[in-house]
């Protein structure tokens, strides 16, 4: 792979990244709130559902750093 094209693939692997930490911390934060305040079925229901896309995307963030970390070894041998 040509290595301008590898640095660019780095740069929207970074900006994907923040993108993806950033909504799992609202997402996060907000299913918190639901939780914690007074008990309604419906709410609860909605943070239960936003927690587990939380631990989703937080998956999706750790593999997106493991891609990226894997592409930074690779470009640092060539």
């Known amino acids: 792979m040509n290595k ?3 640095v660019e693939k780095l740069n929207s692997l970074r900006n994907e990244m923040t ?3 950033g909504s799992a911390f ?3 934060g907000g299913s918190m709130t639901l939780l914690f305040n ?3 079925p419906v709410k609860y229901f909605f943070g239960m559902l936003g927690f587990i896309l939380t631990i989703i ?3 999706a963030y750790f593999t997106r750093r ?3 970390q894997q592409m930074l070894k690779n470009l640092e041998e060539e």
Do not use: V
């Open 4 to 6: 301008t094209l590898k």
């Open 19 to 21: 993108h993806i930490w």
């Open 26 to 28: 609202i997402l996060g």
């Open 38 to 40: 007074e008990y309604n």
């Open 57 to 59: 995307i937080f998956n």
């Open 66 to 68: 493991s891609e990226m």
